[in-house]
């Protein structure tokens, strides 16, 4: 009572509680939460990749610290990194393995939740074949565990159906890489943001998502010209000398547009095409088809800033094009990429410093995934079917070379369609949460339903968890040791700090745990292996000699270097800044790489009267993902406690609705009600923005099955819908003449191209 007195009257200022004092490490810091160790690791949320220190105190992870030293981050880190060791002990934590019983998830031993899954495999294999059994993995495991997984799963389970949620965010950088260059792999260095001239971020709100990349561009001594190519007036476009709003999924219109003016105004780099590129006669014979004044009909960009934006390719020394998910998540992404790629390819904008075409990557460890985890390629970026490079591989591991797949799996979105065909059976989802991530949620949980056995492994009580018939519960990050690999390729070291929380193990441990379950596997896959290290030096061996060489890394030298570039090996044993520089060629038959000519085509679910708005998502700098790591965390739901609806000022006016209010949204697919309402000039009228992460306000209700078809990767970004408020509960209307204009302004655009491709687009 006198203690609550002194606290209401202003003489308890707790001088105690918050008494700092110095540590060698970081200087003052709170004494109550004064670690007694700091352990040097890497944030496990995006792709930038910062290196940080978890601080431990007593057992526990209590603090999470820039590493100063650090050249990715420089000690700086966003809220989700400087709150990041608060998901170690989150109340949403599974701490044991579970199994279904009688409708409900209960305690389960190791032994039983193995066995019970070892069996049902068992069964499904021996009545439906070993490809009845499907696997979605993440862009958040160790390289480490991916590779162990992804051996595990094509070799030991033999089965190819395997593929993981960086489908739903990479796959059309990695096959745009694959098309246009011959191999996957960032071309490019955060380096390259300190030294560009012009900087182009195109579908790329780095603001928000990449904030870190902010201040490598902050030290570019050039004061290089910003441009931003977006639908949406994001944060990132406040730093735009230039900002472009284009037309929702009309950038690879734009960047056939650019590829024209660039040929027409003989502003190439005929030299370097020449020794370096084929395809340039065939793309100016293409890009006919795409004259200023037709683009410019397309994307909504007059004719004179096309012009502008082209000359910037020739008019600087070095051009650096950055891009994640707006263009990436499309049902065209990966022609996206290439064009993107044709650009720096026709101007020799590539393979120099400040210059290139740069995917930042989404997760933490995507580029880990791509390198090791048997999905779109065989580890060490061999390409599936190559007889060559698959008896190497077997050579490599020890194994005899007719259990290698010699071709792709099934795509994510093709293992659920797979499902809802009763081909599959039985589908073990690593690390992720389709329940809140994929597109259609109707027809995804109608299809989940179908499974004889869905096994989720996770260290969160995920929104698929729930509906699993057993739990793995997984050690999370600073429970665990491995690598990941940023967006610039640079492999850093993730260390155990604590203990696995309760009864939960690494994702390493449960993999080679469970390959015991099935005769002679663990022997032939994992024979003498003990540590994530034992993994981590096999994959050494495997990706000798290829672009994504880790040769001549090591633990120690990771730690030292504060990361290390692959390709790392004997000829660069520090690591490599950027690729396809003069002294390494393409990673192509010929070693050139490929201009391509790519069509646009009019977005897949075009809005009409009943649906006259465009839903556009994405994320927000204090969530992550589907939140299992976040939802938790006090401050982060402080600054983000639930999803919001931007909307323009002429569509509020319509609806009757301000700030604050409550709108719904609906689509052919579903309705999300409550919705709190932005009105905002940073969406144009008719065009609405909604994050994704809040499986209260679950966006994905809405959102279209369309996918491209080439990498599998959705069309996230663009929904037709209608919005509903109280005043107007029948929504917008769209008049007709809209529409007219709509259909008339497609068929424009589609002027000189055959009639089936006419008939396709409308």
């Known amino acids: 009572m006198i203690n609550r007195l002194k606290d209401f009257l202003g003489f308890d200022i707790k001088a105690d509680k918050y008494k700092l004092s110095n540590d060698s490490t970081f200087g003052m810091i709170s004494d109550e ?51 990041e060791h608060q998901l170690i002990n989150s109340p949403d934590r599974v701490t044991t393995p579970l199994i279904k019983k009688n409708g409900e998830l209960v305690y389960s031993s190791w032994e039983d939740a193995y066995r019970k899954v070892s069996d049902e495999f068992k069964r499904i294999s021996n009545e439906h074949g070993t490809k009845a059994v499907g696997v979605i993995g993440t862009g958040q495991l160790l390289t480490e565990e991916f590779y162990t997984l992804g051996k595990f799963v ?23 890489y694959k098309q246009s260059l011959g191999s996957d792999g960032a071309v490019g260095s955060y380096e390259d943001f300190q030294k560009a001239n012009t900087i182009i971020l195109i579908g790329a709100n780095i603001a928000d998502n990449h904030p870190i990349l902010k201040l490598h561009i902050k030290k570019n001594k050039n004061k290089p010209h910003i441009i931003v190519i977006d ?138 995934a791509r390198e090791s985890g048997f999905t779109s390629s065989l580890p060490g970026y061999r390409n599936f079917g190559d007889e060559k490079a698959l008896q190497e591989y077997a050579d490599i591991i020890g194994v005899p070379s007719e259990i290698i797949p010699r071709e792709r799996g099934y795509k994510y979105a093709e293992i659920i369609d797979a499902i809802d065909r009763g081909e599959i059976k039985a589908l073990w989802i690593v690390a ?34 729930e509906i699993a018939d057993v739990v793995f519960a997984a050690a ?16 850093n070291k993730a260390n155990k700090a604590v203990e696995p929380l309760g009864n939960t193990k690494s994702d390493f441990d449960i993999i080679v745990d469970f390959s015991s379950y099935f005769q002679d596997v663990k022997e032939l896959l994992f024979k003498d292996w003990k540590t994530p ?29 504060g990361g290390i570039q692959w390709p790392c090996n004997e000829k660069n044993p520090s690591g490599t800044p950027r690729l396809y520089t003069p002294d390494m060629p393409f990673k192509t038959k010929d070693e050139k790489a490929n201009l391509l000519c790519l069509d646009w085509f009019p977005m897949a679910e075009p809005i009409c009267e009943e649906f006259p708005a465009i839903l556009n998502t994405g994320r927000t700098v204090e969530q992550w993902h589907t939140r299992t790591k976040t939802k938790s965390i006090e401050i982060l739901n402080d600054l983000a406690p639930e999803a919001w609806i931007d909307i323009n000022p002429l569509d509020a006016t319509k609806l009757k609705v301000k700030s604050g209010e409550r709108l719904s949204i609906s689509s052919l697919r579903g309705r999300v009600d409550d919705i709190m309402v932005r009105v905002t000039q940073s969406v144009a009228p008719n065009t609405v923005f909604v994050p994704f992460h809040f499986n209260t306000q679950l966006v994905n209700n809405l959102t279209n099955d369309s996918f491209c078809p ?39 655009a589609y002027e000189g191209v055959t009639l089936k491709e006419k008939e396709m687009a409308l």
């Open 231 to 368: 639908p949406r007036a994001s944060k990132t476009s406040q730093m735009a000398d230039l900002f472009v709003p284009l037309k929702p999924r009309t950038d690879l219109a734009l960047f056939n547009g650019l590829a024209y003016i660039i040929i027409e105004q003989g502003w190439e780099d005929e030299g370097y095409i020449k020794a370096n590129i084929n395809g340039y006669k065939e793309l100016k014979k293409h890009l006919q088809n795409y004259p200023p004044q037709e683009v410019a009909n397309i994307t909504g960009i007059d004719v004179k800033t096309l012009y502008e934006i082209a000359k910037e390719f020739v008019a600087k020394d070095a051009v650096l094009s950055a891009w994640t998910m707006g263009v990436n998540q499309s049902f065209m992404g990966t022609d996206t990429v290439s064009a993107i790629i044709n650009l720096h390819l026709l101007t020799g904008q590539i393979g120099k410093e400040g210059a290139g075409p740069f995917s930042i990557t989404g997760q933490c460890n995507a580029m880990g």
């Open 710 to 748: 080439k990498s599998g990767e959705p069309n996230f970004k663009q929904t037709a819908i209608q919005l509903h408020s109280q005043e107007t509960p029948d929504g917008l209307v769209l008049q007709q003449e809209e529409v007219k204009g709509e259909i008339e302004h497609i068929k424009t």
């Open 432 to 465: 992720t949460n389709p329940l809140v991530s994929f597109v259609n949620q109707n027809k995804l949980r109608k299809t989940l339903a179908k499974l004889d056995l869905l096994v989720v492994q996770d260290a969160f009580m995920s929104d698929t968890a």
């Open 154 to 176: 094509q070799l030991g389970l033999k089965t190819n159906n395997f593929d993981g949620n960086t489908t739903l965010c990479m796959a059309s950088a990695v096959m745009g």
């Open 33 to 83: 939460k004064k670690p007694d160790k700091w352990v040097f690791s890497t944030c496990g949320y995006c792709g930038v990749g910062c290196g940080l220190y978890i601080g431990v105190k007593d057992g526990r992870a209590v603090y999470t610290k820039g590493n100063p030293a650090h050249s990715v981050n420089m000690g700086t880190l966003c809220p989700k990194g400087l709150s």
């Open 533 to 561: 290290l034992d993994a981590f030096n096999e994959f050494k061996e495997v990706s000798r000699g290829q672009l994504c060489d880790y040769s001549g890394i090591n633990y120690k030298l990771i730690e030292e270097l």
């Open 476 to 491: 999370t990050w600073g429970e665990k040791e491995g690598t990941f690999t940023n967006s610039e390729r640079r492999c």
